[in-house]
């Protein structure tokens, strides 16, 4: 299976705004308007994990998140950020036609805000919406 992120338009506006490109790494794909996330295990029943990830980049700053990790139990996405530490990335909130919306953690805003040099990401936006989907 897989999961696939469509961006918000909150978040596509704030990342056009500061110039920030999207990217994927990995196996993860372009898959419709979003980006599809290979599902390669679970934790019993409540953790999905995925392969592939995204990079941020603005300028010579490039930040990447990767292998990211559903927890429905706890509500919450994790990520390795950088190659380096596994961090709560977003929270999941309310289902809609999109899919489960995805709000940004203070970790992740405080780290994206240090990492570009700005103060505009902030947590609880809804960055986007994630829908996990079988392949046939």
Known sequence: GQ?????????????ADLDVAVGTTGPAYPSGSGIAFPVVGRTGDAVIQ???????TAGETTVTVENFW??????VVT????????VPLFT????????????LTGVTADS??????????AAGVV?????????S
């Open 112 to 121: 994206l805000n240090d990492a570009f040099g700005v103060t505009d990401f």
């Open 3 to 15: 999961t696939v992120v469509t961006l918000s338009t909150v978040a596509g506006d704030l990342l």
């Open 70 to 75: 559903i927890d429905t139990d706890a509500g």
């Open 50 to 56: 995925h392969v592939g990830g995204l990079s941020f």
């Open 92 to 103: 999941l909130g309310a289902s809609t036609p999109q899919g489960v919306s995805l709000l």
């Open 127 to 135: 960055i986007g919406y994630g829908a996990p989907a079988e392949i």
């Open 79 to 86: 990520g390795i950020v950088d190659d380096t530490v596994r």
